[in-house]
């Protein structure tokens, strides 16, 4: 009996799972890159859902005071200011945006990386050189030529620089080099044309990353400050990210709690997206890497 018992022990002692240094390190990396990620957010809607006039660098608190406060601010943000108006503006550029990239990338990717071609590897070449050039050297020339066409401070002048997306090539192209060619063929035996098997074939096929490549776009888009500011100067036209550049302008003369909600309202579209897609994001993003 004794020899049982102290067989079982020795049993149950085997299978605990040994906890080593290395995993209480990566545990302790991992949560505090998180706390530091998600501390400034956090720190936002502190501010925001705080009774106006409460100064919190004074009062530290980890938690909201006043839920019905933040919700006041936000109305007010909306309401007095155009920052509803920047938010349309906004959700329209980044939607057209996507689309576009989403279809002349998609199409240029299923050539690249399924058919050969005189100049392929030349052409392809070219295209990846250009992600080495910073914005700033093709900003002038794009301001240039989107002025000659009379696109300033219109929607066609803040999408049409922005469809041509090397990263979003390169990324499609890495993935669809993993789609069989014997698919291909034997849709081509069946009778299906190029425009057909792209269609039909090839973009199920691609779904996880053209989702990937989509939500990237957005979150790339919808930050986009620099080029909107430059194309778009009229008030009319402004995004998201101009009317809380003139939130955080040091003249702007308002308060910390109001400047926190714009900033709030302005981070919202980006986190929801990333939550609700973030698998996706992964899944693409591995698969693009591992198969291409």
Same mark, same amino acid.
């Given at each position: ?37 998600? =501390?400034? *957010?956090?720190?936002? *809607? ?20 006043? !839920? ?5 601010? &936000? ?15 906004? *959700? ?17 990717? =299923? ?28 900003? &002038? ?10 696109? &300033? ?13 090397? !990263?979003?090539? !390169? ?12 698919? &291909? ?25 053209? *989702? ?61 997206? =990333?939550?609700? !897609? ?15």
């Amino acid at each position: 009996m004794t020899l049982t018992m102290n067989k079982n022990s020795a049993r149950k002692h085997r299978s605990r799972p040994r906890v080593t240094v290395w995993q209480i390190l990566r545990w302790t990396v991992a949560i505090s890159v998180a706390i530091i990620a998600i =501390f400034p *957010i956090w720190w936002m *809607i502190n501010v925001v859902f705080a009774v106006p006039g409460e100064p919190v660098s004074i009062n530290p608190r980890l938690f909201p005071t006043s !839920f019905s406060a933040g919700v006041d601010k &936000i109305r007010t943000v909306l309401t007095e200011t155009q920052y509803f108006r920047a938010y349309l503006i906004s *959700i329209l550029y980044a939607g057209l945006t996507i689309l576009g990239v989403l279809l002349f990338g998609s199409m240029a990717a =299923f050539e690249f990386a399924l058919f050969e071609f005189r100049g392929k590897r030349i052409l392809f070449a070219i295209i990846m050189l250009s992600l080495m050039v910073p914005t700033a050297v093709t900003i &002038i020339p794009t301001y240039l030529l989107t002025a000659r066409l009379g696109w &300033i401070n219109t929607m066609q002048g803040l999408v049409v620089p922005g469809l041509a997306s090397a !990263f979003g090539l !390169f990324m499609l192209v890495q993935f669809m080099k993993s789609i069989p060619r014997d698919m &291909i063929e034997a849709a081509r035996l069946d009778g299906a044309g190029h425009f057909a098997i792209y269609w039909h074939i090839v973009l199920p096929l691609s779904r996880n990353a053209l *989702i990937t490549l989509a939500i990237l776009t957005f979150i790339q888009t919808w930050g986009n400050y620099m080029w909107p500011l430059i194309v778009a100067p009229d008030p009319k036209m402004y995004t998201v990210g101009q009317v809380v550049g003139l939130f955080n302008a040091p003249l702007s003369h308002l308060t910390v709690d109001i400047v926190m909600t714009a900033n709030l309202l302005a981070a919202v579209p980006p986190l929801i997206f =990333f939550l609700l !897609f973030q698998r996706k994001i992964v899944e693409g993003v591995a698969m693009s890497g591992s198969k291409g």
